[in-house]
C-alpha cells in the first residue's frame, strides 16, 4: 500500500511572504490531518525562505502530542528533508523526524533538482546515515530514476529507503510520452526492493501523474512525498478538498 506525506513548505512561503503568523503552519496541518493524512514532510533550507528551524520545533512538538493523544494505528510521521550541512543535522538532532530524506542541495536552487551521486558521495554521507540508524531514524536518499548504481550504494551505506526525484516524469507526463520514464521508475523500484530496501518518490506529483506511476510499478512505492502543485489545487478548491483528491489518485490504485 502507497501512502501520502504532505510537504507543508509552501503554507510557510506563503507566511514568510508578508511576515507574521498567517497563514498559520500548524491549523493547516490540523486540516490536512484530518483528512487522514499519516506523514507530514518539511524540508528547512538554509536560508530559511519557507521552512524556519522555529518550524521544525513547533511541528515536532504539535505531532508528538498527537500521537500521544491517539492510538499507535492514527500516528503521524514527521519526515525532515535536508541536506548535510550542520544546521539541518543540528535539528534532526534536536528534534528527530521518523525518517530523514537526504536531498543534495545546489547554490542558489528554487527548488530539489537532482538526486545523489551516491558513490561521489559515500565519503561525506556515510557517517551521517550511520548516525541517524544509530538515532532509529529511517534513512531515506534521494535518487534519480535509472540510477541502479545509488539505489546499490545506499543499501550498502544502511539506508532504509531511497526516494526516487519524479519530476523528469512529471515533465514527460505533460508532454503526452512518458513510457520511457516510468520504465527507468520501475527498473529503480525493482533494484531497490532486490537490495533489500523499500521505496519513496517526489516531486512535481499531480493527482492526474500519481495513477499511471503506481500502476506502472504495482504500488511498490511505499510513500509519495506531494507539496506544490496540492498547495496549488489548494488555491482553487481549499486545503481539505486538495488533499482528500490527492488521497483518492492514490487509494484508487491500492484498491486495485
Partial sequence: MTTLSVNV????????????????????????????????TAHPRGDERHIKGSDIRDLHAYISAHNHSKDKADN??????????????????????????????????????????MAASEYLIAPIISYL???????????ESGDLASVETAAKLGCHRVEI?????????????YT???????????????????????HDLTYTNIPPLLEAVACDIKEL??????MCYALEVGIVAATQCYQKAVAGVNER
Fill in 9 to 40: 513548505n509552501k503554507i510557510a512561503t506563503l507566511r514568510n511572504a508578508r511576515g507574521g503568523s498567517d497563514p498559520n503552519l500548524l491549523r493547516f496541518v490540523d486540516l490536512i490531518l484530518a483528512c487522514g493524512i499519516k506523514s507530514i
Fill in 76 to 117: 503521524v510521521e514527521m519526515n525532515w528533508e535536508g541536506d548535510i550541512r550542520h544546521g539541518f543535522l543540528d535539528l534532526v538532532k534536536e528534534y528527530p523526524p521518523h525518517q530523514c530524506t537526504l536531498v543534495p542541495v545546489s547554490f542558489a536552487e528554487l527548488t530539489s533538482h537532482r538526486g545523489y551521486d
Fill in 180 to 202: 520511457a520514464e516510468l520504465e527507468k521508475i520501475k527498473q529503480t523500484v525493482q533494484r531497490a526492493i532486490s537490495c533489500g530496501i523499500e521505496v519513496n518518490a517526489g
Fill in 133 to 143: 540508524r544509530s538515532q532509529s531514524i529511517r534513512v531515506s536518499v534521494f535518487v
Fill in 165 to 177: 526525484y519524479t519530476e523528469p516524469y512529471a515533465r514527460s507526463f505533460l508532454q503526452g510520452d
Fill in 225 to 230: 512525498s506531494v507539496g506544490h502543485h496540492l
